[in-house]
């Protein structure tokens, strides 16, 4: 089975411009999650999709947007670009919604490099 | 609320000496907790897991880890270090579901010397 890929590994932006970054799935998997791992820093809750629905959001502004689509593949979206935007971000997948007391294992991507200029 | 605290940015040991890597959670019920390896320019990946079965939990590439819910702790040990273990850990609790599926802490990084 395949793990989950991430696109593209590296780019680069400048302040006020927009990335979409996109992540496929582990075969089997439903729910996606998506996080910001600024440097040195742990990763931080974006959001998180089930069954193409928004399932639960961290602490991130309405520009910070996502799509599941029926295959449950992934997209971030992220509008008007800031330098604190600047981190590794990482999608991960799961059998089911994670949270919980019960949640099981979330496979992670190597995660797409976001520099803001 | 959930949350986690590494208590060491930074270890160094040398290769064949054993690990310990420091976590202690705070949550309002009993939790899932992990532990996950990140090493340079790449993902994560799990190392162990602890759902409330075995309080001992073992790992890959030779970890376990200890759920102590006296202490709210959940340290990472390795009998014997190797060079390839060098990387940044970081240990996960579960969080409530929906809001925040995973809280990690800030992470610690294990150096390895010959």
């Known amino acids: 089975e395949t793990g989950v890929t991430q696109s593209p590994t590296h780019l680069i932006k400048t302040r006020g411009q927009q990335v979409t970054l996109r992540c496929s799935s582990q075969s089997g998997h439903n729910t996606v999650s998506w996080y910001q791992q600024a440097l040195g820093q742990g990763p931080q809750f974006i959001f998180q999709?089930?069954?193409?629905?928004?399932?639960g959001r961290g602490n991130f502004p309405p520009r910070f947007s996502g799509l599941q689509f029926p295959n449950y593949s992934s997209e971030l979206n992220v509008n008007a670009l800031e330098l604190d935007d600047s981190a590794l971000y990482l999608c991960?997948?799961?059998?089911?919604?994670?949270?919980?007391?019960?949640?099981?294992?979330?496979?992670f991507g190597e995660g797409s490099r976001l520099t803001v200029l | 609320a959930q949350s986690v605290t590494q208590l060491d940015s930074h270890v160094s040991v040398s290769e064949g000496t054993p690990v310990l890597l420091r976590c202690n959670y705070s949550s309002s019920y009993s939790p899932s907790l992990f532990w996950y390896v990140q090493h340079p320019n790449k993902g994560l990946q799990l190392l162990l897991k602890?759902?409330?079965?075995?309080?001992l939990v073992k790992g890959i590439n030779g970890f376990e880890a200890e759920f102590k819910k006296s202490e709210t702790s959940f340290h990472l040990t390795k009998p014997s270090a190797h060079m390839s273990d060098a990387a940044e850990y970081f240990c996960v609790v579960s969080g409530n579901s929906g809001n925040t599926p995973l809280v990690f802490g800030k992470g610690t990084r294990l150096s390895v010397i010959a």
């Open positions: 999709y089930y069954r193409e629905e928004e399932n």
């Open positions: 602890y759902t409330s079965a075995a309080t």
């Open positions: 991960a997948s799961s059998r089911d919604i994670a949270g919980g007391p019960n949640t099981g294992e979330l496979f």
